[in-house]
Protein backbone atom coordinates (compact mmCIF):
# COMPACT_ATOMS: atom_id res chain seq x y z
CA UNK A 1 0.00 0.00 0.00
CA UNK A 2 1.33 3.50 -0.49
CA UNK A 3 0.73 6.89 0.18
CA UNK A 4 2.17 10.40 0.65
CA UNK A 5 3.13 13.24 2.83
CA UNK A 6 4.64 16.55 2.72
CA UNK A 7 5.89 18.49 5.83
CA UNK A 8 6.24 22.10 5.95
CA UNK A 9 9.11 23.51 7.68
CA UNK A 10 10.27 26.99 8.89
CA UNK A 11 14.15 26.23 8.37
CA UNK A 12 16.44 25.50 5.43
CA UNK A 13 17.20 22.22 3.94
CA UNK A 14 20.74 22.30 5.37
CA UNK A 15 19.36 23.06 8.94
CA UNK A 16 17.17 20.67 8.77
CA UNK A 17 20.02 17.70 7.43
CA UNK A 18 22.31 19.16 10.24
CA UNK A 19 19.72 18.07 12.80
CA UNK A 20 18.39 14.96 10.74
CA UNK A 21 22.20 13.61 11.02
CA UNK A 22 22.79 14.31 14.91
CA UNK A 23 22.38 10.92 16.79
CA UNK A 24 21.28 12.50 19.75
CA UNK A 25 18.26 13.84 17.52
CA UNK A 26 17.04 9.99 16.92
CA UNK A 27 17.56 9.13 20.55
CA UNK A 28 15.60 12.52 21.79
CA UNK A 29 12.36 12.12 19.20
CA UNK A 30 12.09 8.21 19.53
CA UNK A 31 12.10 8.73 23.55
CA UNK A 32 9.41 11.53 23.11
CA UNK A 33 7.35 9.39 21.31
CA UNK A 34 7.02 6.53 23.98
CA UNK A 35 9.96 4.20 22.15
CA UNK A 36 11.75 1.96 24.95
CA UNK A 37 15.29 0.26 24.09
CA UNK A 38 16.39 2.77 21.86
CA UNK A 39 19.76 1.64 20.43
CA UNK A 40 21.95 2.84 17.90
CA UNK A 41 23.19 -0.01 15.46
CA UNK A 42 24.81 1.62 12.91
CA UNK A 43 25.48 5.20 11.66
CA UNK A 44 28.05 6.43 8.88
CA UNK A 45 28.82 9.69 8.09
CA UNK A 46 30.59 11.59 5.22
CA UNK A 47 30.55 14.86 3.94
CA UNK A 48 28.05 13.33 1.08
CA UNK A 49 26.06 10.69 2.59
CA UNK A 50 24.67 9.46 5.83
CA UNK A 51 23.12 6.78 7.27
CA UNK A 52 21.71 5.59 10.70
CA UNK A 53 20.17 2.26 11.86
CA UNK A 54 18.25 2.58 15.36
CA UNK A 55 16.08 -0.18 17.21
CA UNK A 56 13.70 0.68 19.56
CA UNK A 57 10.66 -0.49 20.67
CA UNK A 58 7.23 0.22 20.95
CA UNK A 59 4.00 -1.09 21.66
CA UNK A 60 1.33 -2.50 19.29
CA UNK A 61 -1.99 -0.05 19.74
CA UNK A 62 -2.52 -1.45 16.09
CA UNK A 63 -6.84 -2.46 16.27
CA UNK A 64 -6.14 -5.73 14.39
CA UNK A 65 -8.70 -7.98 14.24
CA UNK A 66 -8.60 -11.35 16.07
CA UNK A 67 -8.02 -13.52 13.19
CA UNK A 68 -4.87 -11.90 12.46
CA UNK A 69 -3.55 -11.04 16.15
CA UNK A 70 -1.04 -13.93 16.38
CA UNK A 71 0.68 -12.01 14.00
CA UNK A 72 1.66 -9.12 15.86
CA UNK A 73 2.81 -9.02 19.13
CA UNK A 74 2.16 -6.82 22.48
CA UNK A 75 5.55 -4.77 21.98
CA UNK A 76 7.16 -4.14 17.95
CA UNK A 77 11.17 -3.83 17.65
CA UNK A 78 11.28 -1.74 15.20
CA UNK A 79 14.67 -1.20 12.94
CA UNK A 80 14.38 1.75 11.11
CA UNK A 81 17.35 2.80 8.80
CA UNK A 82 17.27 6.67 7.48
CA UNK A 83 19.72 7.49 5.05
CA UNK A 84 20.76 10.70 2.95
CA UNK A 85 22.61 12.11 0.01
CA UNK A 86 23.17 15.28 1.44
CA UNK A 87 24.41 16.51 -1.84
CA UNK A 88 21.05 16.05 -3.78
CA UNK A 89 18.69 16.12 0.20
CA UNK A 90 17.37 12.77 -0.81
CA UNK A 91 17.32 9.74 0.74
CA UNK A 92 15.28 6.79 2.21
CA UNK A 93 14.29 5.24 5.45
CA UNK A 94 13.68 1.87 6.20
CA UNK A 95 11.29 0.01 8.60
CA UNK A 96 11.43 -3.37 9.68
CA UNK A 97 9.33 -4.79 12.39
CA UNK A 98 11.59 -7.75 14.16
CA UNK A 99 9.28 -11.23 13.95
CA UNK A 100 6.44 -9.84 11.92
CA UNK A 101 6.18 -9.99 7.80
CA UNK A 102 5.94 -6.23 7.61
CA UNK A 103 8.29 -3.60 5.60
CA UNK A 104 7.74 0.32 5.20
CA UNK A 105 9.94 1.70 2.90
CA UNK A 106 9.87 5.69 2.00
CA UNK A 107 11.36 8.09 -0.14
CA UNK A 108 12.69 11.73 1.46
CA UNK A 109 13.24 14.87 -0.42
CA UNK A 110 14.17 17.89 1.14
CA UNK A 111 13.46 21.09 -1.57
CA UNK A 112 13.59 24.76 0.01
CA UNK A 113 10.76 26.96 -1.10
CA UNK A 114 11.39 30.68 -0.47
CA UNK A 115 13.00 30.90 3.23
CA UNK A 116 11.53 27.10 4.02
CA UNK A 117 11.99 23.78 3.20
CA UNK A 118 9.39 21.13 2.17
CA UNK A 119 9.66 17.40 2.97
CA UNK A 120 8.04 14.88 0.87
CA UNK A 121 7.93 11.52 1.75
CA UNK A 122 6.46 8.82 0.02
CA UNK A 123 5.65 6.03 1.55
CA UNK A 124 5.19 1.41 0.73
CA UNK A 125 3.86 -0.71 3.36
CA UNK A 126 3.92 -4.20 2.40
CA UNK A 127 2.50 -6.92 4.37
CA UNK A 128 3.66 -10.75 3.52
CA UNK A 129 0.97 -12.76 5.31
CA UNK A 130 -1.27 -15.05 2.59
CA UNK A 131 -4.76 -13.75 2.03
CA UNK A 132 -4.86 -11.13 5.24
CA UNK A 133 -1.61 -8.92 4.03
CA UNK A 134 -3.86 -6.54 2.06
CA UNK A 135 -6.53 -6.13 4.98
CA UNK A 136 -2.95 -5.82 7.35
CA UNK A 137 -1.28 -3.22 5.16
CA UNK A 138 -4.45 -1.37 5.34
CA UNK A 139 -4.76 -1.44 9.00
CA UNK A 140 -1.18 -0.96 9.28
CA UNK A 141 -1.27 2.37 6.89
CA UNK A 142 -3.54 3.54 9.00
CA UNK A 143 -1.74 3.44 12.36
CA UNK A 144 1.72 4.11 10.65
CA UNK A 145 -0.49 8.04 9.19
CA UNK A 146 -1.43 8.25 13.03
CA UNK A 147 1.77 8.12 14.25
CA UNK A 148 3.65 9.97 11.29
CA UNK A 149 1.42 12.77 12.56
CA UNK A 150 2.45 12.32 15.87
CA UNK A 151 6.07 12.03 15.18
CA UNK A 152 5.61 15.31 12.84
CA UNK A 153 4.22 17.07 15.65
CA UNK A 154 7.24 16.28 18.28
CA UNK A 155 10.31 16.48 15.40
CA UNK A 156 8.88 19.96 14.48
CA UNK A 157 9.04 21.09 18.46
CA UNK A 158 12.32 19.56 18.71
CA UNK A 159 13.98 21.27 16.07
CA UNK A 160 14.90 24.52 18.13
CA UNK A 161 16.46 22.81 20.59
CA UNK A 162 19.08 21.31 17.46
CA UNK A 163 19.63 24.43 15.36
Known amino acids: MKYSERIEYTNSTQELLNIFTNPDFFRAKYAAT ?3 D ?3 LDMQATPERF ?3 VSRKVPSDVPIPSFAKSFVPQDI ?3 QTDSWDLRTATGTLDIQFVGIPVKVRCDLKLVDAAA ?3 EDLDFDIRVNVPLIGGKLEKLLSDDLKVKFAKDTEITLGMIP ?3
Open 161 to 163: NYL
Open 77 to 79: TLI
Open 116 to 118: NAI
Open 51 to 53: MIK
Open 38 to 40: IEI
Open 34 to 36: GAR
